[in-house]
Structure formats: structure tokens, C-alpha cells
Nanobody, 117 residues
Framework: QVQLVESGGGLVQAGGSLRLSCAAS????????MDWYRQAPGKQRELVATITTGGTTNYADSVKGRFTISRDNTKNTVFLQMNSLKPEDTAVYYC???????????WGQGTQVTVSS
């Protein structure tokens, strides 16, 4: 059973920082890129950041320069370091993987990030 277990959300003031973590099953993690998405109330879910197995990263324009995605291959964990947070970053953040081998998509349970002004 593939699992993506997230942690690290919470309430922070604007300008603050949070670090999200997502622990994944080893087989899924080692062979796939990992993503973070977010969904704000009343809005569609959007891709925030991606990291490939080789460590190449991509970011949504809205978070470039403020968020950093990374992965620890020894712990099968992907991280999202969020700095200079803004109220518009308030959303539920989801870990995501699209497994190219099994042709399946997996989502974490989501973690709430709330940024107060």
C-alpha cells in the first residue's frame, strides 16, 4: 500500500517560515519525481513545486525565490521549505506522485497552512 504522509503545516504570520515534509514508500519515492500542490478555498488545486529523481526543480511563478523543494533519498522524504510567507499562500498543501511504472497517481492527506496578515 503506497502512502504519502505529510506533516509540518500550521499557522504563521506573514513573513514567517514553515517546512513541510512528506514521507513516501521507498519504491515509489526512488523511481519518481515528487510534487507539492496546494488548494486554497474556492480555488482549483495548483502545482507549487516539483523535484525529479536527479534533483532538478521547478516552481510556480508565485513561489519562486521563496519556496524550496528538496528530497532526502535516504529517508524517502520530500520537503517544502516556505519562506517569506504571504496570506495568499494560505491553502491545504498536498504531496503528490505520479508513478510512471504503475501508471497511478497518489496524494497525501493534505496539511493546512494558514498565513495571517
Amino acid at each position: 500500500q503506497v502512502q504519502l504522509v505529510e506533516s509540518g503545516g500550521g499557522l504563521v504570520q506573514a513573513g514567517g517560515s514553515l517546512r513541510l515534509s512528506c514521507a513516501a514508500s521507498r519504491s515509489i519515492f526512488s523511481r519518481n519525481a515528487m510534487d507539492w500542490y496546494r488548494q486554497a478555498p474556492g480555488k482549483q488545486r495548483e502545482l507549487v513545486a516539483t523535484i525529479t529523481t536527479g534533483g532538478t526543480t521547478n516552481y510556480a511563478d508565485s513561489v519562486k525565490g521563496r519556496f524550496t523543494i528538496s528530497r532526502d533519498n535516504t529517508k524517502n522524504t520530500v520537503f517544502l521549505q516556505m519562506n517569506s510567507l504571504k496570506p495568499e499562500d494560505t491553502a491545504v498543501y498536498y504531496c503528490h506522485v505520479a508513478d510512471a511504472l504503475l501508471l497511478r497517481i497518489y496524494w497525501g492527506q493534505g496539511t493546512q497552512v494558514t498565513v495571517s496578515s
